[in-house]
C-alpha cells in the first residue's frame, strides 16, 4: 500500500464567501432555509470534487459547519441550555442560530464566543447544566458521510474528540468541572462512532488540540478513561488521533498509551517531535505526518521534507504513514489563483489551502513512485524558497538600521504616570468619569459600497474622499451633541483595522480573495507580511486632523498596535516574530510621532490580540509577554508627558497577565467588561492597577440598547473598588458591526450614566471602599 495522502479539514465558507452570503441573506429573510442548505450542499460537493481531484485520499468529511464546528458538538450531543427551551427532538435552523448569534424576536441571548486556541476564528462555549444529560440530537456526521458516500467520496469524518469538547465547554455551576461529565458524553460518541462504522467509515479523525496545552493529572485521566472507552465501544474502527497547533510535550507518553490507531503530528510546530515519535511508537501506529504549515501562506520546502521524511516512511512502511497539513486548513485562505493582482514575484513564494494540497500531493507521488516522478515541480519548490530567501524585497537594510539602535530609552516614557496625570489633564481638563467610543462607527452598508465603488474605479479618489469626510463630519457633530468628552473620527475609511495599515505599510501584501472566517459569517483578509516594515508616510494623519479641525474638544488619533498588526497577518517565517513585531513598532511610534506633532492630544493604540498571542504552553509565556509589552511601549513612549496614550483590549482575560498589562504603562487602558458584569475588573482591582481604566458597559456585540439605570449600575459596581477619579465611561469595544439606531440611543445613555455618576460624586467626596 503507497503512502496516503489526508487532510484535516477545508475551508467552508467558498472560494467566492457563498457560505457568508447565503447565511446573510436566510438571516435577513430574503432567502429561505431551502436555499440556504442547497449552498451547504453545494459547498461540500464541491470540497470534497477538489480534494479528490488533488489527489487526497484521506477526504475529511463533517468539517463543513454552517457556523461553528464547537457549536454542531453541542448540538451532536444535546448540549442545548435550557434557556432555548430545547425539548429533546430535532434541532431546528432557528434554534441553531439563536444559540449561535442570540433571538431578538424569542428574546434569547447567544452563547458566549472566545478565540480557538491561538487563531483569530471563535468558537461558541458549550454551556453545560449541572445536571445535563447527553443524546444523540444530530446525526451531522453521519448524514454528511453518507451525502459524500452517495456522490463516491469515501472520507474520513472528523469529530471534536470528547476531552477537548470538555475542556472547552464551562460549566453552569461554577463548583464543578465539565471533565466530571465524561463518563455521560461517551455513550453518544460511542453511538456516533458505531454508526459511521455500521456505515463503512474505516478512519474517524479524533481533534483533540487541547493535547497541546499544559495538562493537569484530571484531564490525562480523562483522556486514557475517553480513549479506552470508544476503543472497547468500536473494536476495528481506525481513531486518528488528532493534535495541532503545537507539539504534544509532556503528553507525548500519554498519547501513545492510548488505544488509537493513528496519531497526527504538527511537525512545522514542533519538527522535534519525529525522532521522539517514530523511537517510541508502536510498530502498528499509523503516523500522520504534519509537514505542510496550515497556519501560514508560505510555499513549503519540498524536497527539504522528503529528506526529512524519507527515511520514516522507509523504516515504518509506506501503509503507516500519512501526509498531512500541520492543522485544518481552515485557518488559511482558499485559492491562490483567484488573485489576480498579486506581485507575481511575492505569489511564487505563496500557497493556499489548495495548493497546499497540491503539494502534499506531490510529496505523495515523489515517495510513492520516486523524486524522478515529480521532477518538475519538486525543482519548482526548492526554486521558490531559494528566490525567497535571497529577493531583495524583503531586505531594507534602513530598517535593519534602525533596528539595531532601538535604545531602552526609547521604550520608556518621560515621567511616571503620577506625573504625566498630571500634566495631562491640566492640557485635557476633562471631567470626572470622562466619556469616549472605541473607535469605529457604524460600517454601513453605504460606506462599504461607496469603498467598494471606489476600488473599483467607479468612483474618483475625490469623490470618495469628500464622501468620507461628511461622514466624519455628521460623526463629530452628533458627539458633540451627545455631550461625549473625548471624540473619534469614527474610522470610516478602513475596510479592516489591520488591513487599513498593512495596505499603506512597505513589506506588507494584501489579497482580493484570500478571505479566512473569523466567526460566522464574519471574515477577514489577513494581510501578508513578507519583508522589512517601514512606513512611507503617514498613515492617519489627514482623518484625524480633519475630525480635530471641526472641533474643540479633543479627538483621539486611532492606531492598531504592533502585536495585533502581527498576530492577525500572516508573517514571514524567515525572523523571529519579536523581530518583526519591533519592526511594525518603530512604523507606528512614526506614526504617533506624527499625530502629536499635528495637534492630537490623545492616541489610542489597540491590542485586542495580545492575548490571543500568548504561547499555548505556560513555560513560554514570559517569554512573548516581554518582548511583546516592549514592542507596544516602543510605539507608545515616544510622546511628551502632556499626550495621553490609551490602549483598548477586548474578549480579553486578565488574571494571569495583569502585570504585564501594568507594565504596558497606558495612560488608559478600555476593556471588554459589560458581559461578565465587571467581573474582568477584578483583576485590575487586586494588583491595584494604577492607570485609568474604562471597563466597557455597552455590550457592542447585542443590538440591544441598555437603559442608563443598568448603566449607572455597572458603574457603580466599578466604583466600589476604584478611584472615581481613575474610572473611564466607554463601550466594550468599537461599534463598526452594530447599527445606528442602536448606537445612537446606546452612546447617550451612555453619557447620561456618567453625568448621573458625576453628580454622585460631588456630594458623595470619597466612595471608594477599602479592598
Ligand atoms: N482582522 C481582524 N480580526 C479581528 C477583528 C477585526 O476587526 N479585524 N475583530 C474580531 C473579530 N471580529 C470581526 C468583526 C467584523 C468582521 C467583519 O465585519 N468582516 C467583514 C469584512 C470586513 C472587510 O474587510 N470589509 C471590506 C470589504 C467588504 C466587502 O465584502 N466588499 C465586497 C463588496 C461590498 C459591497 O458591494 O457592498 C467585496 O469585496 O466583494 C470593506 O469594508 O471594504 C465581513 O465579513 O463582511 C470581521 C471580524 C477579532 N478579530
Ligand atoms: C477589535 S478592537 C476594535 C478597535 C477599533 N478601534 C474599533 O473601534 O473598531
Ligand atoms: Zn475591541
Not at 508616510?537 to 483621539?556: C, N
Not at 467581573?679 to 492607570?691: G, H, K, Q, T
Request: glycine content about 6%; overall charge negative.
Amino acid at each position: 500500500m503507497p503512502v496516503s495522502v489526508g487532510s484535516l479539514g477545508f475551508p467552508r465558507i467558498g472560494a467566492k464567501r457563498e457560505l457568508k452570503f447565503a447565511l446573510e441573506d436566510f438571516w435577513s429573510g430574503k432567502a429561505s432555509a431551502a436555499t440556504l442548505l442547497e449552498v451547504a450542499r453545494g459547498l461540500r460537493r464541491a470540497n470534497w470534487a477538489k480534494q479528490h481531484a488533488l489527489g487526497i485520499t484521506h477526504i475529511p468529511s463533517n468539517d463543513f459547519s454552517l457556523y461553528d464546528h464547537v457549536l454542531d458538538t453541542s448540538v451532536m450531543v444535546g448540549a442545548i441550555p435550557a434557556v432555548y427551551g430545547w425539548k429533546g427532538a430535532e434541532v431546528s435552523l432557528e434554534l441553531y442560530f439563536a444559540m449561535a448569534r442570540g433571538s431578538g424576536s424569542m428574546g434569547l441571548p447567544a452563547l458566549e464566543m472566545t478565540k480557538w486556541f491561538d487563531t483569530n476564528y471563535h468558537y461558541m462555549v458549550p454551556e453545560l447544566e449541572p445536571d445535563q444529560v447527553f443524546q444523540l440530537a444530530s446525526t451531522k456526521p453521519i448524514d454528511e458521510y453518507l451525502e459524500a458516500k452517495a456522490l463516491g467520496y469515501e472520507t474520513r469524518p472528523v469529530l471534536l474528540g470528547p476531552v477537548t469538547y470538555l475542556k472547552l465547554a464551562k460549566s453552569k455551576d461554577k463548583a464543578l468541572n465539565p471533565l466530571d461529565w465524561l463518563e455521560r458524553l461517551l455513550p453518544v460518541y460511542a453511538e456516533v462512532l458505531r454508526r459511521l462504522h455500521s456505515h463503512g467509515a474505516k478512519w474517524v479523525q479524533m481533534d483533540e488540540p487541547v493535547l497541546s496545552l499544559d495538562l493537569d493529572e484530571a484531564s490525562q485521566g480523562a483522556f486514557r478513561k475517553a480513549y479506552t472507552a470508544l476503543a472497547e465501544a468500536v473494536p476495528g474502527l481506525n481513531l486518528l488521533l488528532t493534535n495541532y497547533f503545537g507539539g504534544y510535550g509532556d503528553n507525548l507518553e500519554l498519547a501513545l498509551s492510548l488505544p488509537v490507531a493513528g496519531m497526527h503530528l504538527d511537525l512545522v510546530r514542533a519538527p522535534g517531535e519525529l525522532d521522539l515519535v517514530t523511537q517510541k511508537a508502536p510498530a502498528e501506529l499509523t503516523l500522520s505526518l504534519g509537514v505542510i504549515d496550515g497556519r501560514n501562506v508560505w510555499r513549503a520546502d519540498l524536497p527539504a521534507i522528503l529528506d526529512w521524511i524519507e527515511p520514516v516512511v522507509e523504516a515504518r512502511g509506506e501503509d503507516k504513514v500519512i501526509l498531512a497539513p500541520s492543522c485544518s486548513l481552515l485557518h488559511v485562505p482558499i485559492d491562490l489563483s483567484l488573485e489576480t493582482a498579486l506581485d507575481p514575484e511575492l505569489k511564487g513564494w505563496l500557497a493556499f489551502a489548495v495548493q497546499k494540497l497540491e503539494e502534499l500531493s506531490v510529496l505523495g507521488r515523489a515517495l510513492n513512485q520516486g523524486r524522478g516522478a515529480a521532477k518538475d515541480e519538486l525543482a519548482a519548490s526548492a526554486a521558490a524558497v531559494a528566490a525567497r530567501r535571497s529577493s531583495p524585497k524583503i531586505h531594507d537594510p534602513r530598517v535593519q538600521e534602525r533596528l539595531a539602535r532601538i535604545t531602552p530609552e526609547m521604550t520608556r516614557r518621560k515621567s511616571p504616570f503620577p506625573v504625566r496625570r498630571e500634566a495631562q489633564q491640566t492640557h485635557l481638563g476633562l471631567p470626572l468619569f470622562p466619556t469616549t467610543t472605541i473607535g469605529s462607527f457604524p460600517q454601513t452598508g453605504e460606506v462599504r459600497k461607496a469603498r467598494a465603488a471606489f476600488s473599483k474605479g467607479e468612483l474618483s479618489a475625490a469623490d470618495y474622499t469628500d464622501f468620507l469626510k461628511s461622514k466624519v463630519e455628521e460623526a463629530v457633530r452628533w458627539q458633540e451633541e451627545i455631550g461625549l468628552d473625548v471624540l473619534v473620527h469614527g474610522e470610516f475609511e478602513r475596510n479592516d483595522m489591520v488591513q487599513y495599515f498593512a495596505e499603506q505599510l512597505c513589506g506588507y501584501a494584501f489579497t482580493q480573495h484570500g478571505w479566512v472566517q473569523s466567526y460566522g459569517s464574519r471574515c477577514v483578509r489577513p494581510p501578508i507580511l513578507f519583508g522589512d516594515v517601514s512606513r512611507p508616510r503617514p498613515m492617519t494623519l489627514e482623518w484625524a486632523t480633519y475630525a480635530q479641525s471641526l472641533t474643540s474638544k479633543p479627538v483621539k488619533g486611532m492606531l492598531t498596535g504592533p502585536v495585533t498588526m502581527l498576530q492577525w497577518s500572516f508573517v514571514r517565517d524567515d525572523l523571529p516574530r519579536e523581530q518583526v513585531c519591533r519592526q511594525i513598532a518603530l512604523a507606528l511610534r512614526d506614526e504617533v510621532a506624527d499625530l502629536e506633532r499635528a495637534g492630537i492630544r490623545i492616541i489610542q493604540i489597540d491590542e485586542p490580540a495580545l492575548r490571543e498571542g500568548l504561547p499555548l504552553r505556560r513555560a513560554e509565556w514570559d517569554g512573548y509577554l516581554a518582548w511583546a509589552v516592549e514592542c507596544f511601549r516602543l510605539c507608545a513612549s515616544g510622546v511628551a508627558d502632556e499626550t495621553q496614550v490609551h490602549t483598548h483590549m477586548c474578549y480579553s482575560e486578565f488574571n494571569d497577565i495583569i502585570q504585564f498589562i501594568g507594565d504596558m504603562d497606558a495612560d488608559v487602558i478600555s476593556i471588554e467588561a459589560s458581559r461578565s458584569k465587571m467581573e474582568l475588573l477584578e483583576a485590575f482591582i487586586s494588583y491595584r492597577y494604577p492607570n485609568q481604566i474604562g471597563p466597557g458597559i455597552y455590550d457592542i456585540h447585542s443590538p440591544r440598547v441598555p437603559s442608563v439605570a443598568e448603566l449607572v449600575e455597572l458603574l457603580e459596581k466599578a466604583q466600589k473598588h476604584l478611584a472615581p477619579d481613575q474610572i473611564w465611561v466607554n463601550p466594550d469595544c468599537g461599534l463598526k458591526t452594530r447599527k445606528w439606531e442602536e448606537v445612537k440611543p446606546a452612546l447617550a445613555n451612555l453619557v447620561e450614566a456618567a453625568q448621573h455618576l458625576r453628580k454622585q460624586s460631588e456630594s458623595r467626596p470619597n466612595p471608594q471602599e477599602s479592598l
